[in-house]
């Protein structure tokens, strides 16, 4: 066995059921010979010794991080592996990155080369509740990117479309599902909520765009504006302001450009994702991704 998949979580607790539903429909669509998958449920000190000898395991479970839930991170074991606290630690509080930090400490030299992390950020986490819907396409997702670096593609190959995957554990990075692509059509608008911001979808004649949900001239929602698809306008409701529906750009104050947000569309399903702004430096011993 070259590769381990280990999924985590509680298939009883809505988004919590991450990890072991990818490890089930890795399953279904069919791995490599040499690659295991295995629920690990809840059991954080199984997967200490699941790795024993592999040179690669891949771990998946939900998060919490304040993100956007469905929103993807991909980041090293080094990275997310903790020492738990010596006193009041028992079976039910090891999570697996204990056992990260616990396996380097037993395994020696079996501790695997290579460990990968996949976490998916949870919306629900209640008792009974099934997966809400961006959890279950980001699941999809993290099973093609898997399937992508289990069997990388040859050059001058397409590689399978997933959704953006961000390395760096904060909200400020993390990509957003909003609608299906066949859902913004010419000269419609459609908006994607984003906690307390959002953006808005268009079709413009270049392509599909995305802008922050407000006006730069009043800060009002644009979601009611009126697009013109001849000209390729957006005019907001408010104040008849108009700006391209391109580049964002106000047409009736130079000083108004729309926010742009970065666009992109995977296997039918628009993502968008806000502009990354300058991050203060996280206090000592801060996690800013939590496994759940």
């Known amino acids: 066995m070259q590769t ?11 988004d919590d059921a991450a990890g072991p539903e990818v490890a089930r429909r890795l399953l279904l669509r ?25 040179p690669h395991v891949i771990l998946v479970d939900a998060c919490r991080s304040e993100s956007a839930p469905g929103t993807i991170f991909e980041l090293s074991g080094c990275d997310v592996e903790q020492s738990p606290s010596p006193s009041g630690i028992n079976l039910h509080a090891f999570r697996w990155d204990h056992a990260l930090a616990l396996g380097r400490f037993l395994l020696g030299d079996d501790y695997p080369a290579k460990v990968t992390v996949f976490l998916i950020e949870g919306g629900s986490f ?9 959890v279950d396409r980001a699941i999809d997702g993290v099973c093609t990117r898997i399937l992508q670096v ?26 957003h599902a909003g609608p299906r692509e066949d859902d913004v059509t010419t000269g419609k608008i459609v908006a994607v909520s984003i906690g307390d911001r959002g953006a808005i979808v268009v079709r413009s004649k ?18 009611s504006s009126a697009v013109d698809p001849f000209e390729g306008t957006l005019t907001c409701r408010w104040h008849a302001f108009r700006f391209d529906c391109d580049s964002g750009r ?10 742009a947000w970065d666009v992109r569309v995977v296997e039918g ?18 996690r800013r991704v939590a496994p759940e």
């Open 4 to 14: 381990l998949v280990i999924g985590c979580g509680n298939l009883l607790r809505g």
């Open 30 to 54: 069919g791995l490599p010979a040499d690659t295991h998958c295995l629920d690990a449920g809840t059991a954080g000190i199984d997967v200490a010794f699941q790795m024993r000898g592999v």
């Open 126 to 134: 209640e008792p009974g509740e099934p997966l809400s819907p961006p």
């Open 150 to 175: 289990l069997e990388p593609v040859p050059e001058g190959s397409t590689p399978p479309a997933f959704p953006p995957i961000e390395s760096d554990p904060w909200p400020a990075a993390g990509w």
């Open 206 to 223: 270049a392509g599909l765009r995305a802008f922050r949900n407000n006006c730069a001239h009043a800060g009002l929602p644009l979601d």
């Open 250 to 259: 106000c047409l009736s104050a130079p000083m108004c450009g729309l926010e």
């Open 269 to 286: 399903v628009i993502w968008v994702r806000p502009p990354i702004a300058p991050r203060a430096t996280p206090e000592p011993g801060v």
